[in-house]
């Protein structure tokens, strides 16, 4: 659309003596041809004498395209002619509901019916409608249809097309080569000799060469069986040769494996791709061992053995200098039964995932004159074994220390980032080791001791974070303890006193080698750390030895444990109160309702808020919380206390009762559950029964024998 040439056509005008008084908006339309396409221009007035000559806006429609224009700011928008119920020259309307569709019809109206003709000849009429906006409102959702279509289907087609380049460009994959190193360094070869027994003779079938052999593996007692070939007995799962083409290879029971084994595994293969880049290929390797059975006398007899090697290429990674990784993937058509590469991967379980796996020796010498020449690939699959290498390539692109850590020996450090654990860096920009990972410049020969080990560069990192200076003794000493982010106590006691302490509250030394003296370090430091933190919480004199290093300190870890909760509670029972102080205010009120006693139980309201807090808190069920609270301060429900007349302050049974119903909806003891569940609801239906006679609450109904009522008696 071109629309400085749309500007630049002139506005049509409205009559004055050809409107109506109670038309909000008039339309008209126009058909104008503009470099040789047809535009329908739709321009909408305001009703009144001032604005009949510049419309409100300006709707110009092509068969490809829309856009509307509004005068008063002299900008453009694509938004459709109506949404959410408002039209767009009704700024400030607020929609025309469903049932107020004739209204919106009356207000929004069109100059005349040749108006409503070319609106409907040029957009195409597909469907009646009663709205006269809703033939452009169609017209609009095709024409933006169309054009959703259209850029899809461009992107498709480049995505095709690169598809299409890189497979063009990727050098030929060397397939034999893989299965062949494949099978040496995946599956060293491995072979199965197959065995039935039959009395002192046995029969072996080989997978390498495919034959059958039979021999003795007991010695017999005539002398024609001392000239037959003998071997030893076979094992499953033992090693032993086979009789014809002597490989080495495992015996399996023929009763065990009747059908198909197979195992399978994943190799790399990186080539150069273009002039730079590089194209690293995932390879799925799967190989077969199969016993050949035949029908016999006596059943199924071994007749042969194969094995077999497949492989198909899962995955390619592209990397070109300054373009993002690209990963194809080869799928499978079960329709077609045509395997195809496709520039993304599957959904949900079936997603391919790419994962650790050796790498074949060729990719290094591919890498000469890349963009990876100086990655030191090589060296860290020699330290660290099976490697993911896109990620690692991937990662060596955003973070080319890498190269460094690799050649200094941090091959777990290395791991970690390669996972994309980037905590571990201090300054992702820097050039020397020290400053990259955040520690000091000394301490990198020992990381490099270690291998890169991540709890030894976490404590030399909070060395330098905290401005100490430790040993490496004391380094390797708190590793072993892993205590994290709890170093607080370097306020008051030195890093040595508290290893020391540690180590004899502990019973054990460092550095042992012992599993289980190493675990009880942990443990002890944890809660050894933990216990000063509550001291410090709580406001402790954090100088005094008393407190710094007590005697027993699991005993003093759980003291300090029950005077922090005790605390905690407080705090709930002061807030509780706070919130809801209108459960103590109708106390004495309740107690005059609803309190009863006999020689056995008593039941009472609750004083406060805080009270049914603690009660919840020691029976472990859930009234102390927000809902029950509030329902006893509004007097939806309320809260009373069951409890034994020997032991009127121990809680035993919680109740909820309705006060207006005088009924109860629950009842509970500790952990939820119902104590002497048939005495108490006996007790608890004669409670209610008095109390709906108006027995309980005063002296006098208390006794029972004053009020001159007959009471039920509780068994």
């Not at 007035?45 to 005068?71: A, C, H, M, W």
């Not at 029971?253 to 590089?278: H, N, V, W």
């Amino acid at each position: 659309m071109k629309k400085k040439r749309v500007e630049k056509v002139p506005y049509m005008t409205i009559p004055e003596g050809g409107r109506e008084e109670d038309v909000k908006y008039i339309g008209a339309a126009a058909v104008r041809d503009i470099a040789g396409v047809e535009h329908l221009f739709l321009e909408v007035y305001k009703n009144s004498v001032e604005t009949l000559d510049v419309p409100q806006v300006r709707i110009v429609l092509t068969k490809k395209d829309f856009g509307n224009f509004f005068p008063d700011t002299g900008e453009w928008s694509r938004e459709k002619i109506c949404s959410g119920g408002r039209l767009l020259w009704d700024a400030a309307g607020n929609g025309y509901a469903w049932m107020q569709m004739n209204i919106a019809v009356r207000e929004n109206v069109l100059m005349g019916e040749e108006d409503l003709d070319r609106i409907r000849r040029y957009c195409g009429v597909r469907t009646e409608y009663r709205r006269w906006w809703e033939y452009i409102s169609d017209h609009e959702d095709r024409t933006a249809r169309d054009e959703r279509r259209r850029a899809e289907s461009r992107r498709y087609e480049r995505r095709r097309q690169a598809l299409e380049e890189r497979i063009s460009c990727t050098p030929r994959l060397p397939e034999q080569e893989i299965l062949d190193r494949a099978d040496e360094v995946l599956f060293n070869r491995e072979h199965h000799l197959y065995y039935k027994k039959h009395g002192s003779r046995v029969r072996t079938a080989c997978t390498k060469c495919g034959g059958t052999a039979e021999a003795r593996w007991k010695s017999g007692e005539s002398y024609e069986s001392s000239l037959e070939r003998c071997i030893e007995e076979p094992r499953e799962g033992h090693p032993g040769c086979c009789l014809l083409c002597g490989a080495a290879g495992i015996y399996k029971c023929q009763g065990r494996y009747s059908g198909k084994r197979s195992r399978r595994a994943y190799i790399f293969l990186g080539q150069k791709y273009k002039e730079t880049g590089m194209v690293i290929r995932y390879i799925q390797i799967e190989k077969y061992w199969d016993l050949v059975l035949a029908a016999g006398e006596k059943g199924p007899e071994m007749y042969g053995a194969r094995e077999r090697l497949e492989g198909v290429e899962t995955a390619r990674a592209y990397f070109l200098p300054g373009r993002k990784t690209q990963i194809d993937y080869q799928k499978h058509d079960p329709y077609t039964g045509a395997d195809f590469w496709d520039d993304c991967n599957l959904y949900g379980n079936a997603n391919i995932t790419i994962r650790s796996a050796p790498v074949m020796a060729e990719t290094y010498d591919e890498m000469k004159g890349t963009m990876f020449q100086y990655s030191a690939l090589q060296e860290y699959v020699k330290a660290a074994g099976d490697t993911d290498v896109v990620s690692y390539l991937d990662r060596y692109r955003e973070t080319p220390q890498i190269e460094m850590l690799v050649k200094l020996g941090l091959t777990e450090t290395v791991g970690e980032l390669i996972r994309y654990h980037c905590g571990i860096t201090a300054d992702p920009k820097a050039d020397r080791i020290d400053a990259f990972l955040g520690i000091r410049k000394e301490r990198v020969g020992q990381l490099a001791g270690h291998k890169g080990d991540i709890g030894i560069l976490t404590v030399i990192q909070m060395e330098k974070r905290l401005g100490q200076k430790w040993s490496a003794e004391q380094i390797e000493q708190i590793t072993e303890l892993d205590i994290g982010c709890g170093y607080q106590f370097l306020e008051y006691m030195g890093i040595q006193k508290f290893l020391n302490r540690v180590e004899r509250y502990a019973g054990c030394g460092y550095g042992t080698m012992c599993s289980a003296a190493a675990g009880r370090l942990r443990r002890t430091a944890q809660i050894y750390t933990d216990y000063l933190a509550m001291r410090r919480e709580l406001g402790y004199d954090m100088h005094n030895t008393v407190f710094l290093f007590p005697r027993d300190l699991e005993a003093a870890h759980e003291k300090m444990t029950a005077e922090q909760n005790r605390q905690k509670a407080d705090a709930r029972v002061r807030d509780a109160n706070e919130r809801y102080p209108m459960i103590k205010e109708g106390y004495r009120r309740l107690w005059e309702k609803f309190y009863f006693e006999d020689d056995d139980f008593m039941i009472r309201p609750a004083m406060d808020a805080g009270e049914i807090v603690m009660e919840g808190r020691v029976l472990h069920h859930c009234v102390g919380g927000k809902r029950y609270l509030e329902r006893h301060d509004t007097g939806e429900s309320i809260i009373l206390f069951l409890r034994s007349r020997e032991e009127p302050d121990m809680p035993y049974i919680t109740v909820e009762i309705d006060p207006r119903e005088k009924r109860i909806r629950q009842w509970h003891g500790a952990g939820d559950k119902q104590p002497d569940e048939e005495r108490m609801q006996r007790w608890l239906d004669v409670y209610v029964t008095r109390l709906r006679c108006g027995a309980v609450g005063t002296p006098q109904a208390a006794a029972g024998e004053e009020t001159g009522q007959r009471l039920p008696a509780y068994a």
